[in-house]
């Protein structure tokens, strides 16, 4: 409850100070366009590494390993696209923060501390070709041990291996 107050009410009164105490000191016009360039920017730098990710994780999958750091930085990258969205320096700041490499590599170690303590549910999907063609085979993790199948099935799935049992 509280981080929703944070979001929803704080985050954005913090932004409007933020950009009104800017607006004084250079003048409304050229915050305006300050906030248009840095858009541009974070828009541009945001594509460049998002399709670098993406072809990390695609290498990684072609080598058969699990693309964990790769897919980490995919979901840091999509907050930083959710903050730049909205106009603020704030939000930028902490989109550029997240886009740039090296200053994400922080806070994919947090992120990856908090998934290895098991604070967040967990999602498991695999696709499986058989002789009728592509099939998704899916299950939902809701908390630790429980496992929940999603695809209306009533064959068992083997959830460590994600083949379907005879």
Same mark, same amino acid.
């Given at each position: 409850?509280?981080?929703?107050?944070?979001?929803?009410?704080?985050?954005?009164?913090?932004?409007?100070?933020?950009?009104?105490?800017?607006?004084?000191?250079?003048?409304?016009?050229? =915050?305006?366009?300050? *906030?248009?360039?840095?858009?541009?920017?974070?828009?541009?730098?945001?594509?460049? #590494?998002?399709?670098? =990710?993406?072809?990390?994780?695609?290498?990684?999958?072609?080598?058969?390993?699990?693309?964990?750091?790769?897919? *980490?930085?995919?979901?840091?990258?999509?907050?930083?696209?959710?903050?730049?969205?909205?106009?603020?320096?704030?939000?930028?700041?902490?989109?550029? *923060?997240?886009?740039?490499?090296?200053?994400?590599?922080?806070?994919?170690?947090?992120?990856?501390?908090?998934? #290895?303590?098991?604070?967040?549910?967990?999602?498991?999907?695999?696709? =499986?070709?058989?002789?009728?063609?592509?099939?998704?085979?899916?299950?939902?993790?809701?908390?630790?041990?429980?496992?929940?199948?999603?695809?209306?099935?009533? =064959?068992?799935?083997?959830?460590?291996?994600?083949?379907?049992?005879?």
């Amino acid at each position: 409850m509280l981080w929703l107050i944070l979001l929803f009410i704080v985050a954005p009164l913090a932004e409007l100070y933020v950009i009104i105490q800017v607006a004084s000191v250079i003048g409304g016009w050229e =915050t305006i366009a300050l *906030l248009i360039v840095e858009s541009a920017i974070g828009a541009w730098l945001l594509k460049r #590494q998002g399709l670098a =990710t993406l072809g990390k994780i695609s290498t990684a999958v072609s080598e058969g390993r699990v693309p964990s750091n790769e897919l *980490l930085d995919g979901l840091l990258l999509l907050v930083a696209g959710a903050l730049m969205l909205a106009p603020g320096f704030i939000g930028d700041v902490l989109g550029f *923060l997240l886009i740039i490499p090296f200053t994400r590599l922080p806070f994919r170690a947090l992120l990856r501390r908090r998934f #290895q303590k098991g604070d967040y549910a967990g999602f498991f999907a695999a696709s =499986t070709a058989g002789p009728g063609g592509a099939r998704f085979v899916g299950s939902f993790r809701a908390g630790r041990g429980s496992v929940f199948d999603t695809t209306g099935s009533s =064959t068992p799935v083997d959830p460590p291996s994600g083949e379907l049992n005879p």
